[in-house]
T-cell receptor, first 108, second 112 residues
Framework: LAKTTQPISMDSYEGQEVNITCSHN???????ITWYQQFPSQGPRFIIQ???TKVTNEVASLFIPADRKSSTLSLPRVSLSDTAVYYC?????????FGGGTRLMVKP | DADVTQTPRNRITKTGKRIMLECSQT?????MYWYRQDPGLGLRLIYY???????NKGEISDGYSVSRQAQAKFSLSLESAIPNQTALYFC???????????FGDGTRLSIL
């Protein structure tokens, strides 16, 4: 299973764009890159998934360079309610491996 | 995610007791999973099931067993609970693409 590395924590202010980068040097050909968000005492919530280049949905964008050894989750104009832990995972379907995640703190 | 329901939400029990955590889903997904989360850490996969007749061990299956009673139900058992199994337990489901897993709100289990 591919291992991911992401910053332990990040701070931001309301209204700013936040970019969280994840490295996954041994990603396999069939692996997708998936990001989850987790609030305290809740289960993780799927944010976005991609394979290459760029994916955008209503809450985030995911940028993946050509070599796929890293990816960046971009959250536009964060609010206080975006304070959470964000997990980057690589998976070929179903075997999700969660690392420690990035604890994002959004300040007023 | 209200489509994935875990019971109980909280449980305190003693060492050596048999515990069963239950999970039911209304999403119609074939695939179901059990994870545990320790404080400040990510989730670790205990067991997963791709359909009613399929059970697979995850990363940390020792001390646990599961039963897939129906497509919608997947239970996790601790045959003889020990204190280091104190954790937050999550059930999740996904469709056959595995594109996204949908998690329940967790069961907080404390073993004294």
């Amino acid at each position: 299973l591919a291992k991911t590395t992401q910053p332990i924590s990040m701070d931001s202010y309301e209204g700013q764009e936040v970019n969280i980068t994840c490295s996954h040097n041994n990603i396999a050909t069939n692996d997708y890159i998936t990001w989850y968000q987790q609030f305290p005492s809740q289960g993780p919530r799927f944010i976005i998934q991609g394979y290459k280049t760029k994916v955008t949905n209503e809450v985030a964008s995911l940028f993946i360079p050509a070599d796929r050894k890293s990816s960046t989750l971009s959250l536009p104009r964060v609010s206080l309610s975006d304070t959470a832990v964000y997990y980057c995972l690589v998976n070929a379907g179903n075997m999700l491996t969660f690392g420690g995640g990035t604890r994002l703190m959004v300040k007023p | 995610d209200a489509d994935v329901t875990q019971t109980p939400r909280n449980r305190i029990t003693k060492t050596g007791k048999r515990i069963m955590l239950e999970c039911s889903q209304t999403k119609g997904h074939d695939r179901m999973y059990w994870y545990r989360q320790d404080p400040g850490l990510g989730l670790r996969l205990i067991y997963y099931s791709f359909d009613v007749k399929d059970i697979n061990k995850g990363e940390i299956s020792d001390g646990y067993s599961v039963s897939r009673q129906a497509q919608a139900k997947f239970s996790l058992s601790l045959e003889s609970a020990i204190p280091n199994q104190t954790a937050l337990y999550f059930c999740a489901t996904s469709d056959t693409t595995g594109a996204a897993q949908h998690f329940g709100d967790g069961t907080r289990l404390s073993i004294l």
